[in-house]
């Protein structure tokens, strides 16, 4: 690891582990994810892939090892930091996890609100990002009302409306047609492009490759490789 | 921020009505029954101050105490601290008085061959010495003088009355202490109870960084407004009770002796900080448990 390597890393993990009880879901992770990297996390169900987003955005602890985030080691964030170290992330989650008694447009605005910031922007804020994911014409509407790929583009705006540095998405496309799934897929190089670091947790072959970019394979929670596949053609680490 | 957070303690409210309900029936009850201790020991102090307000005590002279002592004896008493004012009633005095107050039985009164009365010292107690326990003790130094027969102090049942009324009280500030922590721990289930239902979503705020203090204080506002809430239906409800039978008492026995009064606005707005502190605490207690998960 160069001192450039350092300088551009955003997430780093050293030896981590992550146990539940004798169970062990992460065996020495040792990575560097820098800044504006499109990461896929890949390998078989119970690989441990949602376990590792899971550490990252602390809603687990790690039972061992380090991992520092943006230069912050999370093992030693206080409490009261958590959220603010939180706000750095988008989350995607493949059940969506949107407020269902709430609208589109509160759904949203969540994130702002809870970051404080001023209610004319967050109106300005909430109606461009719907804009964006074509959802500007269901503010009012609840998510149970919505279609399964609505919900998700309404989750992708919920995870970008803050501009985080990071998107973390846990199979993102998982339960989505395949128009719901490009679409969704569009969105994240959008964001991508606007300088975001995205990891994609997925076990979806073709997505990857019709996507490009880094891959991580875990492998019954070990890391096995990491390699870069092109856009369309290269699938060497399968 | 607070508007804000006024409006979503509002929203909640209306997406979890019978939780709140239920919290706010609680609170409600709970503070009629505080409401209603406190409303009983305002009027009982009331009745017990108007009768303490006559306390007086009356030291009946030796048949052979010689009037040229009077001064003497009446400086003597008056050296004792709880005492306000002396006066002599002498037994011709008190024989008139009798006369006129029994008008109707003058018969009785024809046949006496001496005034069978004695002379008296009536002795008026200041103000700081408004109390049983100060008139016993002046009772038993009066007594003690060599000059008196016997000392009365009309209303000596009046005391055994206060001792059961101040027990009565410290009862009922047990009870409405108890009253107080089963209304916050009742609350606090309730909240619990809303919490536990709407956990995914404090879960979701969680994840998108909602700060602790972004999902406490609608619950902080919602305890505090169920509290008030709650104050509001206790305190009409009693004021209910209170004007059914406020007329009532007054035109009966106790009529024209005293007022009854409901509780002064300074009492009920303690009442409602009372109540609030209670729905707070309910949402305070829960929460703490609940977040440090």
């Known amino acids: 690891m160069t001192d450039t390597d350092e300088k551009r890393s955003i997430i780093r993990m050293f030896h981590v582990h992550r146990n539940y009880g004798t ?56 409490r009261k930091r958590v ?70 583009r309404i989750a992708v705006a919920r995870a970008i409306i803050g501009d985080p540095k990071i998107i973390l998405a846990d199979e993102p496309t998982g339960s989505l047609d395949d128009d719901s799934a490009n679409i969704i897929m569009k969105l994240l190089n959008g964001v991508h492009i606007r300088g975001a670091t995205v990891i994609i947790a997925t076990h979806d072959k073709a997505l990857i490759r019709k996507t490009g970019g880094r891959v991580l394979l875990l492998k019954q929670g070990r890391l096995q490789g990491s390699s870069i596949i092109e856009k369309h053609y290269d699938n060497s680490i399968f | 921020m607070i508007i804000l957070f006024f409006k979503r303690a509002l929203k909640d ?41 006559g306390l007086r005590v009356m030291a009946y002279l030796k048949s052979d105490f010689p009037p040229s002592q009077l001064t003497a004896l009446s400086g003597q008493i008056l050296t004792l601290p709880a005492v306000e004012t002396v006066r002599f009633i002498s037994k011709e005095t008190a ?20 005034n069978p009365l004695p002379d008296a010292l009536e002795i008026q107690l200041n103000a700081k ?83 602790e203090h972004f999902i406490k204080i609608p619950f902080y506002f919602q305890g505090l407004m169920q509290g008030a809430a709650g104050a509001g239906i206790a305190l009409a409800v009693l004021f209910m009770a209170y004007w059914s039978m406020a007329s009532n008492i007054e035109q009966g026995f106790f009529s024209g002796l005293f007022n009854v009064r409901f509780l002064s606005p300074l009492m009920a707005a303690l009442i409602i900080l009372l109540s609030m502190l209670v729905g707070w605490l309910g949402s305070y207690i829960s929460l703490k448990q609940y977040l440090k998960r």
């Open chain 2, 13 to 53: 409210f209306r997406n979890n009505r019978l939780l709140n309900l239920i919290t706010l029936l609680t609170i409600s009850l709970s503070i009629l029954i505080v409401s209603a201790f406190i409303l009983f020991f305002i009027n009982t102090s009331e009745i017990m101050n108007f009768w303490k307000k």
């Open chain 2, 129 to 211: 010495s408004q109390s049983w326990e100060k008139v016993e003790v002046l009772a038993t130094q009066i007594e003690a003088l060599d000059a008196v027969q016997e000392v009365e102090y009309g209303q000596r049942w009046l005391g055994r009355f206060t001792q059961i009324f101040n027990l009565f009280r410290l009862t009922g500030y047990t009870m409405c202490g108890i009253f107080f922590m089963a209304a916050v721990f009742i609350v606090a289930n309730t909240i619990r109870l809303v919490i536990y239902s709407r956990r995914d979503e404090i879960e979701i705020m969680r994840l998108v960084g909602a700060a």
């Open chain 2, 95 to 114: 024989l008139n008085q009798l006369k006129s107050q029994m008008k109707r039985q003058a018969s009785l009164f024809e046949n006496l061959d001496k």
């Open chain 1, 23 to 78: 169970k062990k879901a992460l065996i020495d992770i040792t990575l560097d994810i820098f800044k504006n990297d499109f990461v896929f996390l890949t390998g078989a169900s119970g690989a441990g892939k949602t376990t590792l987003l899971k550490l990252l955005y602390l809603a687990e602890p790690v039972s061992e090892g380090q991992v520092l985030i943006d230069g912050m080691n999370i093992s030693r964030i206080p």
């Open chain 1, 83 to 152: 959220a603010f170290l939180r706000r750095k992330f988008g989350i995607i989650f493949q059940d969506y996890k949107l407020i269902a008694n709430r609208n589109v447009f509160d759904n949203v605005s969540l994130v702002l609100e809870a970051a404080g910031k001023k209610r004319r922007l967050i109106q300005k804020r909430v109606r461009g990002v719907l804009r964006l994911v074509g959802m500007e014409d269901r503010l009012t509407a609840l998510p149970p009302s919505l279609s399964g790929g609505e919900q998700q």
